[in-house]
């Protein structure tokens, strides 16, 4: 058994996970049946790594079979689960037509003694400063008027229009649920007026829910050919920091040893199929939801061959939820490669396999290093571990893909949160994850290079989707946490501690 100071990091990020999970049960808990039914989906997904790890950290290993079993059953539990809060969505919906059809009736009988006109303000007054008010609107006169038109007591009452950018801010009163009002009030303004412009539901500073219209002259626009060839300029030189990075791995310097090209070209290609396995995971959710994606543009790096990929979006988001399934398609994809990688590598590792490397490597990530420890067993106790080289690369396919997950802006992660929790937390998370990396870049240099990139590319959080209002549902929310979970146990190392009890790196550490 371990004691509580030989294992702050394992029993830190079990805290962390459980009291997410706390966290989630008293979220979904007001909304009843269904909340309870997507927050037990979120349980059954963090489950078996939950009770991995917890008993890993008691000393107890399990071996690999146990591990695909508790996955399996977790996964079929997640399937089962998902089916009953489907039944139960169905009659809630019912409920919920029978409550508006009703609540309709009563704001068309009070709406009798209201103004037939719309209350409006028109000259810009409340907070010019902060929404970047025009002082007259730009919107031509006609079109507004036919914009005003597609409002209603049934779907958004407006009490004021203030001019923003190129378009207008309708303030007033949501009526009814904001996904089904916005889906209704965007189908009409393209009957009226085609696909001149775009309506947004956003909430505004006091978090209440506005309507943004502006033009489609807006629209995020198509990579132009200079943009295209950067992007081939760059997948170029991630091929040559891939095989370099493979020289490094093999003990050798690759561009002083072109002859030795058979030797890297396995390691290489192995990195290069998880960097396009997670472009590939992106494209092909983008084209289910009929989102454009631009090129991507691959990091290279010397230290692992690529940091990933910037992927632009070249379609406005209808909602979070495509966010979401966009974003985490990516990392998923990549993540369950690099993972597959991984384990047969160790599986197939055995004394005299082609790579030995230090048993200290195994120390740098929780999930590599108790996974090899299931795997390997004593093995590790050596202070050289003979390993397959697929164990090299479905490592490094972890790493980049849990640095892609981190949560700061237009990253996978930083899109996930954005899509799960707002604009607002996903800021602030922001921020912790630049902190974060800040402390980490004495340990490691690595992270002062995402950083730097993060904080130069990729900074700013993904501009609002048409509805900004509308949540993904909690099945989606689980995954999120699923994926930030591991995405720290890859990324945090193993205390010497804890290394030393689990005797991963000879018995030198065991003291």
Do not use: C
């Amino acid at each position: 058994m371990f004691t509580a100071s030989e294992t702050p990091v394992i029993t830190l990020i079990l805290l962390v996970a459980l009291g997410i999970l706390s966290w989630g049960f008293f979220r979904a808990k007001p909304f009843g049946k269904l909340g309870i039914l997507a927050w037990l989906q979120s349980v059954v997904l963090m489950a078996p790594w939950l009770l991995f790890f917890g008993l890993f950290a008691a000393g107890i290993y399990i071996n690999l079979a146990a591990i695909l079993l508790m996955l399996v059953i977790s996964s079929g539990l997640y399937i089962f689960l998902g089916r009953q809060l489907r039944a139960a969505g169905q009659d809630a919906i019912l409920k919920e037509k029978a409550a508006k059809m009703q609540s309709n009736q009563d704001l068309s009988q009070s709406s009798a003694a209201n103004s037939p006109e719309t209350p409006e303000s028109d000259n810009g007054k409340g907070k010019p400063e902060l929404l970047g008010i025009k002082e007259t609107l730009p919107i031509p006169e006609n079109d507004l008027k036919v914009i005003k038109g597609i409002f209603g007591i049934d779907s958004f009452f407006v009490t004021e229009t203030i001019p923003y950018q190129e378009g207008a801010i309708f303030k007033g009163n949501l009526r009814g649920e904001a996904e089904a009002t916005h889906n209704k009030l965007s189908a009409a303004l393209q009957e009226r007026l085609g696909d001149r412009y775009r309506l947004f539901m956003i909430e505004n500073p006091e978090g209440k829910p506005t309507i943004v219209v502006l033009p489609s002259t807006n629209d995020p626009k198509i990579s132009t050919l200079s943009q295209k060839l950067l992007a081939i300029v760059l997948l170029v030189a991630t091929i040559a920091t891939s095989l370099e990075t493979a020289g490094f791995f093999l003990g050798f310097d690759f561009y002083n040893n072109l002859n030795r090209i058979q030797e890297v070209l396995p390691i290489a290609a192995g990195i290069m199929a998880i960097l396009f396995a997670h472009e590939i995971g992106h494209f092909i959710m983008a084209k289910r939801h009929n989102i454009r994606l631009s090129l991507p543009y691959f990091i290279p790096a010397w230290q692992l061959g690529s940091f990933g990929a910037i992927t632009r979006f070249e379609s406005i988001l209808p909602n979070r939820k495509v966010m979401f399934d966009v974003a985490l398609a990516g990392p998923a994809t990549g993540g369950l490669v690099s993972l597959l990688m991984l384990i047969v590598g160790l599986t197939l590792s055995h004394e005299g396999s082609f790579f030995q490397v230090p048993a200290e490597f195994f120390q740098g990530s929780i999930l590599v290093g108790t996974l090899a420890k299931v795997v390997l067993g004593s093995a590790l106790q050596k202070p050289l571990v003979d390993v397959h080289p697929l164990t090299i690369i479905g490592w490094l396919g972890l790493v980049i893909t849990a640095l892609n997950t981190m949560p700061a802006g237009q990253l996978d992660g930083g899109r996930i949160v954005h899509a799960i929790y707002g604009r607002k937390i996903a800021s602030r998370v922001t921020l912790a994850t630049f902190i974060f990396l800040a402390i980490a870049a004495f340990a490691n240099p690595i992270a002062i290079y995402w950083a730097i990139i993060i904080l130069f590319l990729q900074r700013d959080l993904e501009r609002p989707s048409l509805n900004e209002i509308s949540e993904p549902d909690d099945a989606r929310a689980a995954l999120g946490l699923l994926a930030l979970f591991l995405m720290i146990t890859t990324l945090i190392p193993l205390t010497p501690g804890i290394a030393g009890r689990l005797g991963i790196g000879g018995a030198n550490n065991l003291f």
